[in-house]
């Protein structure tokens, strides 16, 4: 096995508590399909998503009890059933940010199944979306990931892949929410995301635990046990932690039996073979008081000597080899004589953030698209990226240092509109199909489209004359 990497500790420092009043930046709370705000019963406000996605159509679930249901779930958007295509939201986001990305599906009867399908932030391929067994236990799913901002619009998608099953993808609700700069800042967003595998309050016997306890809504899942649970005789106020975690957390407790390690079998699931950022969180329960224990992960010794105090602690690792069954082992260490415990966890799984299409040839055909009406409802998001779900028409080159836009089919799509000259920008196209379609006005200047091989303009309104610069692109075959 490959040693574990990287291990690093983390004090708690001292810091004012900043009062938490709604959430900070850039924060979208969308009831999807739903035709006017709602309130729910933490008092938090959901939008009507309509202004940030094109497609797809809004359906309200046909259930016996409506009342009884979380607000949101009651109405859902859903997608046609198009394989190979992505249906994007749009939201504006702080290109220096890192966002907390929650979408909850809600399919309302477990027969006909429900649909399976992809979820895509920006050219990233963050997971598959199967709610088959919440469907069947009644339940909606909820999926949370850690994404960067790429820049100043964030998509989030549901991609149809025809793999899974042959009905279009839904949604219930998205939340993405601004993260403050310390959270989760020891991952290197530059290169990966995370998915949420648990997120755990030791000892808690209560409901799980969410905004406003906690400023960007996390949940906090309580994890009782009666023969290990206690509660705090104090309250751990003064302490601020880098991942900003809610001070409730620190009221409950596992507590080892005396001079007894206390094992663990968290997260509850089978993980697979690969790596994981683990932050555990710790305070003494007794007021100051402090007591020293070993932290071990299977059978890897994650941090020596960890002297917990009243005003406690978290220990993390960025990049951490977890496969299977996890224990997490705290072992008394001297000078102790009080036994171990632990408070709060989090495990999220590590993924490659996805590469993007070349800049410029994006911004071109986001003004070719401005420039056209009746587009396809798929042209949202990265043209090219991730892989298999390119915009209709747009055929890419993944291969090189730079992504880009290698042939345009946009003939018979019904497109009216006029051509932006911005199409001479993307100076990779071998091959460009404007045919039979209802586009007016004149022919841009090609000519510096020098590897364009095609070019197929026929049976559409558009007037003046062929440009002659065309008969300098030495490539050009077909016109
Ligand atoms: C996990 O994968 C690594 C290679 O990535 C391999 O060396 C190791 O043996 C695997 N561990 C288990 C438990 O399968
Ligand atoms: C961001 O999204 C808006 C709305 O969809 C769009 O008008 C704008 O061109 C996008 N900006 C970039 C840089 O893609
Ligand atoms: C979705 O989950 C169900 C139940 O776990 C499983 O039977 C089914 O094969 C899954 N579908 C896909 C496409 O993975
Ligand atoms: C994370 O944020 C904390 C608090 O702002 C800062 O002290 C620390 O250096 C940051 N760590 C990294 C790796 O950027
Ligand atoms: C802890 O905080 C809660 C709410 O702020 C308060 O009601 C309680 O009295 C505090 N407990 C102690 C021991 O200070
Ligand atoms: C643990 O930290 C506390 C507070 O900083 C200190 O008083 C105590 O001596 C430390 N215990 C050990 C074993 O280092
Ligand atoms: C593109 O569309 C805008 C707005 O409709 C229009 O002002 C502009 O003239 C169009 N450009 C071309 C080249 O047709
Ligand atoms: C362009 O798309 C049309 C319709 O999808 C298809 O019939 C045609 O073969 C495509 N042309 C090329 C060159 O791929
Ligand atoms: C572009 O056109 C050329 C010549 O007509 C053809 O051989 C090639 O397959 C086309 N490439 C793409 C990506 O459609
Ligand atoms: C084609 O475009 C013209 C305006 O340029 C418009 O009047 C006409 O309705 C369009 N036809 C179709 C079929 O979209
Ligand atoms: C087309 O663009 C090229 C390169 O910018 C330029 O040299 C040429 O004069 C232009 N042709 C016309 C007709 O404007
Ligand atoms: C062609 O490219 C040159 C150099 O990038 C640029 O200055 C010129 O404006 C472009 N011409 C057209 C018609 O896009």
């Known amino acids: 096995m490959r040693p574990p990497l990287p291990l690093l500790l983390l004090a708690a420092v001292l810091l004012p508590l900043a009062a938490a009043q ?51 779930l009651a109405t859902l958007r859903s997608f046609p059933h198009r394989p190979g295509a992505k249906f994007c939201y749009t939201l504006s986001v702080d290109p220096n940010r890192r966002y907390l990305v929650r979408p909850t599906f809600f399919y309302g009867a477990p027969s006909p199944p429900p649909p399976v399908f992809d979820l895509l932030v920006d050219g990233t391929f963050w997971t598959a979306v199967n709610t088959t067994d919440d469907a069947l236990a009644g339940a909606a799913s909820s999926y949370e990931g850690v994404f960067p901002a790429r820049g100043r619009n964030m998509s989030f998608c549901l991609g149809v892949n025809k793999e899974y099953t042959d009905t279009g993808p839904f949604i219930s609700a998205l939340q993405v929410i601004q993260l403050d700069d310390p959270v989760y800042n020891a991952t290197d967003f530059r290169t990966s995301a995370m998915g949420l595998i648990a997120r755990t309050k030791f000892g808690s016997t209560g409901s799980v635990e969410r905004y406003p306890d906690d400023s960007f809504d996390r949940y906090w899942e309580p994890l009782p046990d009666s023969k290990h649970s206690v509660s705090s005789t104090h309250n751990v106020t003064s302490a601020d932690f880098w991942n900003l975690p809610p001070p409730d957390v ?84 001297s000078p102790s004589v009080l036994p171990p415990l632990i408070n709060a966890g989090e495990v999220f799984g590590l993924f490659p953030l996805g590469r993007l299409t070349h800049t410029r040839d994006a911004l071109a055909l986001e003004s070719i698209k401005k420039n056209l009406t009746n587009v396809p409802e798929d042209w949202n998001g990265d043209p090219c990226m991730p892989s298999g779900y390119s915009w209709t028409g747009v055929t890419c080159d993944e291969k090189g240092p730079k992504i880009r836009v290698l042939s345009l089919n946009f003939s018979s799509m019904g497109l009216s509109g006029s051509l932006s000259p911005d199409i001479a920008k993307m100076t990779a196209l071998t091959n460009i199909s404007f045919a039979n379609n209802n586009i007016s006005g004149p022919i841009p200047n090609l000519s510096n489209l020098s590897k364009l091989q095609q070019l197929h303009l026929q049976d559409n309104k558009l007037f003046g004359s062929v440009p002659q610069s065309l008969g300098t692109i030495k490539t050009l075959r077909e016109l």
């Open 250 to 333: 620190f009221n409950t407790a596992f507590v080892a039996e005396q001079d007894a390690p206390l094992v663990l079998q968290w997260p509850p699931m089978p993980l697979r073979n690969d790596s994981y950022y683990v932050a555990l969180y710790f305070a003494d329960t007794l007021p100051e008081n402090s007591r020293t224990f070993d932290v071990y992960i299977n059978d890897y010794l994650f941090h020596k000597g960890l002297n917990v105090t009243s005003s406690g602690l978290s220990v993390f690792a960025t990049q951490w080899i977890l496969s299977g069954l996890t224990s997490v082992i705290l072992t008394p260490a």
């Open 22 to 72: 709604g959430f900070r930046g850039f924060s979208y709370l969308l009831d999807c399909g739903a035709s006017a705000r709602t309130t729910d019963s933490r008092g938090l406000r959901w939008d009507p998503d309509a202004p940030y996605v094109s497609a797809g159509t809004s359906r309200v679930l046909d259930l016996p009890l409506p009342g009884l249901l979380d607000p949101t």
